[in-house]
């Protein structure tokens, strides 16, 4: 069986923590391992992408291997073939499959019958690798990741989950404040707190990301009236710890969800948690496929 990366909680504390000075590692010289060579990495897109398409297809590039990059549509998934059988015979090709998919049971299926890690690029329910470039920023930015707190502002969602998930595991207590109807469901070491204001006083790093997900646009205007209240400004930054950066996964609608003065302000560690995305994930597949 091989190791997935389908949550996270494939991951232990310690091979996390492993996980993140690779990263750091790696960052400091990024051409410095080749664990790929030779070697040919599939990347299925089911859904637009900018960020995890980039760092991926440079990423697999610099670890020495061919990054493969389908899209959904132009695979005979797009006319009706299983995700058991695409498993099947991607994995007597490539070392790892990569997905971006709606359905977390459409993943399941696909790796149920890989015989090759198969990481998650990003479902309805959750976006782990994108938790993993926010740990290496937070870790890259306070130096340490046992007892930071992470006040996440907005909708419940894959990344809201994601975070908790890693955070708890990471040691980062991971506070998520939404409107109701809106709420994550419970996670192990996370809190849920309703006031934004409130969620994010202690802070070191607040979250943002987008209202209206992939998957959500029939409900576009009833999310923003309802997350309105949840935008990441100045305001709401000058309420968490006195050194707190302002964090989103993008990409960001600035006047929604984030204001363009934290968006593009001092505060923010955006631009490297964006970059950070190719790091973290070359430590991912060097652990998933090989050292
Ligand atoms: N944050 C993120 O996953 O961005 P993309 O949708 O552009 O890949
Ligand atoms: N929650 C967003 C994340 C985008 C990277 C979505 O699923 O569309």
């Known amino acids: 069986m091989p190791t997935h990366f389908l949550t996270g909680e494939e991951l232990s504390p310690a091979q996390l923590a492993a996980l993140l000075d690779r990263a750091v590692a790696l960052k400091a010289a990024p051409l410095s391992a080749r664990p790929l060579e030779g070697r040919s990495v599939a990347l299925i897109f089911e859904k637009p992408s900018t ?28 006319r009706g ?5 695409t498993a099947l015979v991607l994995s007597r090709h490539v070392a790892a499959i990569g997905i971006r998919t709606g359905p977390d049971a459409m993943l399941a299926e696909l790796a149920e019958h890989a015989s090759v890690p198969v990481v998650n690029m990003l479902t309805a329910g959750h976006h782990p ?11 890259e930015t306070f130096g340490r990741l046992d ?9 419940g969602n894959n990344v809201a989950r994601s975070l908790a998930i890693l955070g708890a595991m990471a040691g980062v207590e991971v506070v998520v404040s939404s409107p109701p109807g809106y709420e994550l469901e419970p996670v192990a070491g996370a809190r849920l707190v309703g006031d934004p204001e409130e ?12 209202w209206v997900s992939m998957g959500d646009e029939a409900t576009a205007e009833e999310r923003r009236r309802a997350l309105a209240p949840y935008r990441i ?8 710890a006195p050194d707190a950066i302002a964090l989103h996964c993008l990409p960001a609608h600035p006047g929604e969800e984030i204001s363009a003065e934290v968006l593009y302000g001092p505060r923010q560690r955006i631009w490297d948690q964006a970059e950070n995305r190719r790091h973290a994930q070359k430590a991912l597949l060097e652990h998933l496929v090989g050292g």
Do not use: K, M, N
Not at 81 to 85: F, K, T
Not at 134 to 139: A, Q, S
Not at 147 to 155: E, H, I, S, T
């Open 51 to 78: 960020r995890t398409r980039v760092s991926f297809e440079v990423g697999i590039d610099e670890l020495g291997g061919h990054p493969l990059v389908l899209r959904a549509d132009e695979l005979q998934l797009s």
């Open 81 to 85: 073939e299983s995700p058991r059988d």
């Open 129 to 139: 690798c994108q938790a993993l470039a926010d740990l290496l920023t937070l870790r």
């Open 147 to 155: 007892g930071l707190r992470l006040a996440y502002v907005g909708d």
């Open 199 to 210: 969620a994010v006083v202690g802070a070191h790093a607040v979250y943002a990301d987008v």
């Open 233 to 240: 400004d100045d305001a709401l930054l000058d309420r968490a």
